[in-house]
């Protein structure tokens, strides 16, 4: 029986799907968390570096407005805030003298998108503002208020998430990649188990296997299910044999092994089909032993069952190849002939039947017998033209052979032919 498809609605995903959607996830979540982490250690490593150079800048500034601090020379201060300003990564300056009046001061400009990034980096991760005094001869003559800015912080943080996403990418990539591979070496095995089975269901054969798997598990799966179809193939066969030698049974004479009348009157049913659609001539011999029922008497039914199988054995070998010969019962015989092409074929096959029981037939307790046959014959369409017909033609023919004491006798015929 055909396995039924599920309906739409009813489907489910296939464990190749499955799979490879768990291998991309553990991957792109695998690569995701490392690459998070890596960009993370490396941009709070990079703000503690960026906050010790903006401490080092602000040193370095304050060395260098010492003189024109003390000097309250202000164009000075602000030349030298703009030369720093243009070679390092400054968001805004400003000097103080000890009276924390201002002296000069530097913004850079923050009218960009790209800028007010930097700048939001910047107070995310580097000190609000590092002050750093000026001083003159140990004295403190004045401050620098300086803060940083977030470009280099900016660049790596978009670096790092470029760098994230090309992960992720050759992440899916790769995992898609391995997870087909992993797919066709898990699942390929399954399929092969699975297509066995179904072809198995629908064609009723237990001769096809499943091949084996370099995966120990998927291959002791394999041979296990192969030692079943092993087990279910033996048994078919011998359900087949017994089926068919029930069939012979139910067809065959247990005695003398020829078919019996339930088989031959089917066959005589379709020859003559084939005879009539062919337009040809077929014959049915009735025979009976004249002598069977004195042997059976006062020989034994061993004696009797000796002769009906030498009788058996005779006939058959007196017959063509396409011709049928049964034990109707008792010691009652029919031979079926096809096709003949004159009533002349019939009669020689007769003739040969008569002649070759004139050979004594051996007895099981010692000694021998010899009996005869008396042969009916009946001719299609000339006698008859159905089945029934045509074996009661045969069977009269036979009786008045008996009677006449004659070998045999056509059906319906005035004439006999004697031996």
Known sequence: MNRRKPEVSQQRPSLRRLLHNAHLRVALLAMGLTSLSLTLVSLLALSTYAGHNLQLIARSLAYTLEAAVVFNDRAAVRDALEQICKTEEIAQVAVFDKDGELLASLDTPNNTVLNSAEQ????????????????????????????????????????????????????????????????RAITQPLRNLSQVAHNISVERTFNQRVPATHIADLNELAEDFNALLD???????????????????????????????????????????????????????FLDSNRFKEINDQLGHAAGDAVLIAIAQRLRAQLREGDTVARLGGDEFAVLLKPIHHEDDAVLIADKIIDSMHKPIALPEGGSITTSLSIGIALYPEHADNPEALVHEADVAMYHAKRSQRGRIMAKSQDSLTN
């Not at 193939?233 to 005695?255: K, V």
């Open 120 to 183: 939001a980096i910047a107070r995310l991760l580097l000190p609000d503002m590092v002050i750093q005094p000026i001083t003159y001869q140990g004295k403190q003559i004045g401050a620098l208020h300086i803060s940083g800015q977030g470009t280099t912080l900016l660049r790596f943080l978009i670096g790092g998430l470029l760098g994230l996403l090309a992960s992720l990418a050759l992440s899916a990539l790769g995992a898609t990649y391995g997870s087909k591979r992993i797919q």
């Open 231 to 285: 087990q279910l193939e033996s048994w078919q066969h011998q359900l087949e044999r017994e089926n068919a030698s029930l069939a012979h049974q139910a067809s065959h004479d247990a005695l003398t092994g020829l078919p019996n009348r339930a088989f031959f009157e089917s066959r005589l049913l379709g020859s003559m089909r084939e005879a009539r659609d062919s337009q040809t001539q077929m014959a049915v011999l």
